[in-house]
C-alpha cells in the first residue's frame, strides 16, 4: 500500500503559477496527476515513470504544466504555469506498480486526497 499526499494547492489569479508536490509513503513505478472541476469527471493530467522519455501530458496542459520527480524522497511535483480559470479543480495525487496504466483513472492504484487549486480571473 502507497500512501500520498498532496499540498501546494491555492487560489491564484490567471497567468499566475503554482507548483503542487505528492509526497509517497514508498516507491511507486509510475506516479501521475489527475484533476477533478466541480461537476465534472476526474481527468489526466500528466504521468511520469522516472525516466526522461516516460512523460506524458493531456493536451489541455502540454507547454504550460511541467511534471517532476524525485526518486530519492518519492516525491512528485507539478509545475504549472501560466494558469487558466479553467483550471480550477481539486487536483489528485495517483500511482501504480504495474506496467499496466493509461490515461484512465481506473488503471491507477493508490490516490491521495487531493489538493485545491482556484484560478480566478
Known amino acids: 500500500q502507497v500512501k500520498l499526499v498532496e499540498s501546494g494547492g491555492d487560489s491564484v489569479q490567471a497567468g499566475g503559477s503554482l507548483r503542487l508536490s505528492c509526497e509517497a509513503s514508498d516507491s511507486a513505478r509510475v506516479m501521475a496527476w489527475f484533476r477533478q472541476a466541480p461537476g465534472k469527471e476526474r481527468e489526466f493530467v500528466a504521468y511520469s515513470t522516472g525516466r526522461r522519455d516516460g512523460i506524458s501530458y493531456a493536451d489541455s496542459v502540454k507547454g504550460r504544466f511541467t511534471i517532476s520527480r524525485d526518486i530519492a524522497k518519492n516525491t512528485m511535483y507539478l509545475q504549472m504555469f501560466g494558469l487558466k480559470p479553467e483550471d480550477t479543480a481539486v487536483y489528485y495525487c495517483?500511482?501504480?506498480?504495474?506496467?499496466?496504466?493509461?490515461?484512465?483513472?481506473?488503471?491507477?492504484?493508490?490516490w491521495g486526497q487531493g489538493t485545491p487549486v482556484t484560478v480566478s480571473s
Open positions: 495517483a500511482a501504480t506498480n504495474t506496467v499496466f496504466f493509461s490515461t484512465d483513472r481506473s488503471t491507477w492504484h493508490y
